[in-house]
């Protein structure tokens, strides 16, 4: 099974930029439907984006259209999530997630996904 590992949180302030990478092993990354999901402290983990195999379309949470970008470096084994404009609701745990066969109208839900990265904190200052 594909392991994963998310890198790139860190503290930031209201305004700022991150890129979080989430590194595969164990499989080639362009044949998985990759997503990221976030958590914050007390709430539900909710779906932010998701990228489809094969050169598959990009789509993402309303709250994030515009100013996240995910991408893939397939050289690296490698997603991207480029995060700008940061504000404080996007505090949370980001969590890197893989699937092989997802449908379409299932691309947000958490239990399409078998395979999940440790998270990554991201914590976005006033």
């Known amino acids: 099974q594909v392991r994963l590992v998310e890198s790139g949180g860190g503290l930031v302030q209201a305004g700022d930029s991150l890129r979080l990478s989430c590194e595969f092993s164990?499989?080639?990354?362009?044949?998985?439907?990759v997503a990221w999901f976030r958590q914050a402290p007390g709430k539900e983990r909710e779906f932010v984006s998701t990228?489809?195999?094969?050169?598959?379309?990009?789509y993402y949470r309303d709250s994030v259209k515009g100013r996240f970008t995910m991408s893939r470096e397939n050289a690296k084994n490698t997603v991207t999530l480029q995060m700008n404009s940061l504000t404080p609701d996007d505090t949370a745990v980001y969590y890197c997630?893989?699937?092989?066969?997802?449908?379409?109208?299932?691309?947000?839900?958490?239990?399409?996904?078998?395979?999940w990265g440790q998270g990554t904190q991201v914590t976005v200052s006033s």
């Open positions: 990228i489809r195999r094969f050169g598959g379309g990009t």
């Open positions: 164990g499989g080639s990354i362009n044949t998985y439907t």
């Open positions: 997630a893989a699937g092989n066969t997802i449908i379409l109208s299932s691309i947000g839900d958490e239990r399409s996904y078998a395979s």
